[in-house]
């Protein structure tokens, strides 16, 4: 159902209670999500974004309910990617001819879905379109997380359509953040910031700074994903403002995959170390193999410095941990140290490859990385219970 934000502006997104997973099996979605799409009716009628693909027919269906389609007079893509395009080829039949503004990149990429010569109009920041009392202006923000990413302002209403800016993969009924449960909403606010816009960070920091440089209003911020910001939408800026400043917490997280347990003893031993050096830490322990892994870099995000460990198989570190690996290195944490330990029988390369792997991903080592052979004995468990004190101490 279609739902009124200002006098305005009307909700005709789709709320996805069932999705699990998100970019193929990239991103976890336990809360599932939405796709915002928002209907503006002034002298003109501005549709922004669409929603994702698999309902493009329910989306134009319930379109049709609120307003004959033909008096649309302009349809604006913020952001080409599917969950935003997807409905666009159903609503473009119905009504081919309208005009659809977006970013030159924007333009590239929807041909590139669609294969369609549709009416693009490029826009640039600044540029504007008027729709009757209010104005429409647009904030080019390319790489946020896209190219062809771009906000969309709206006067009179005081309105920024921030795209995948300050939204989060959570479905609630009551779209706005005042009703929804705010320690779960903080939880994916950070989780989708720590995920999606960490490479980003440099990008966020100058994208707010030139958005504050306006010295527009804001009364209400609506992402294209989660819930919309009606109360102090000053909050999730700020927010913002620091985690892009190489954001970490009083955390160390201990990450590990184990076979016959050894390496799991290893890691326990490591946070009791730490732990009687400096109880005021937050010390999180997560299993490669068994933890969501999108929950597993939002801890890493947190944390001032992590722990890797596996042991070693066939030459090298297990699968789980290598992917993770491969994680990390995408997401550019800055200013975080690192160590890798684990056991072995009898090659033990996998801790020098995981201390190689954290240093190509930019983190700076604290400290050789531990071995112990086979399960730890109390000599090995007291060893790594002074490797986890070093650890901190560094």
């Keep these: 159902m279609s ?11 789709k709320i996805d209670w069932e999705l699990k997973f998100f970019h193929g099996n990239e991103y976890s979605t336990r809360k599932g999500s939405s796709y915002n799409s928002y ?13 994702w693909q698999p ?16 008096s649309i007079d302009y349809i604006i893509m913020n952001h080409s990617e599917i969950d935003h ?4 080829p159903e609503l473009m039949r119905e009504i081919p001819n309208t005009p659809i503004y977006c970013t030159a990149n924007g333009a590239k990429i929807i041909k590139g879905h669609y294969h369609e010569d549709w009416n693009y109009k490029i826009v640039k920041t600044g540029d504007t379109l008027d729709i009757g009392e209010s104005k429409l202006v647009f904030i080019e923000a390319p790489m946020l997380h896209w190219p062809d990413t771009m906000f969309t302002y709206m006067t009179v209403d005081n309105i920024l359509f921030s795209n995948d800016g300050f939204g989060q993969h959570y479905a609630t009924e009551s779209l706005f953040n005042d009703t929804a449960d705010q320690a779960e909403l903080y939880a994916e606010a950070i989780k989708y910031y720590a995920n999606i816009l960490t490479p980003f960070s440099r ?3 100058k994208k707010i700074e030139e958005i504050l440089s306006f010295k527009l209003p804001v009364n209400m911020i609506c992402p294209s994903h989660g819930v919309i910001w009606k109360d102090n939408p000053a909050q999730i800026i700020e927010q913002y403002i620091k985690w892009a400043d190489s954001y970490q917490e009083n955390q160390i997280t201990i990450i590990y995959d184990t076979m016959w347990n050894a390496t799991r003893k290893m890691a326990e031993a490591i946070a009791y170390g730490i732990e009687q050096t400096d109880s005021s830490v937050n ?3 997560m299993n490669a193999s068994k933890d969501d892994k999108n929950d597993i870099l939002t801890e890493v995000f947190k944390s001032k410095g992590i722990l890797v460990g596996s042991p070693t198989v066939n030459n090298g570190y297990l699968y789980s941990i290598g992917g993770l690996l491969e994680m990390i290195k995408g997401l550019k944490f800055k200013d975080k140290k690192a160590a890798s330990f684990g056991s072995y029988g009898w090659s033990g390369e996998a801790v020098k490859q995981i201390s190689e792997e954290l240093n190509k991903a930019g983190f700076t080592l604290a400290q050789d990385g531990k071995r112990e052979l086979w399960v730890p004995d109390r000599a090995a468990y007291d060893s790594c219970i002074e490797f ?3 650890f901190l101490s560094v």
Excluded: N, P
């Design 3 to 13: 739902k009124k934000i200002t006098d305005k502006v009307t909700w005709v997104g």
């Design 39 to 51: 209907l503006l009716r002034d002298e003109k009628t501005a549709l922004i974004d669409t929603v």
């Design 55 to 70: 309902y493009d027919k329910e989306f134009v269906k319930r379109l049709k309910e609120e307003i004959d389609l033909k």
């Design 85 to 88: 395009s997807g409905a666009l």
């Design 203 to 205: 990008y966020v920091t």
């Design 283 to 285: 010390i999180k322990l």
């Design 388 to 390: 986890g004190k070093r």
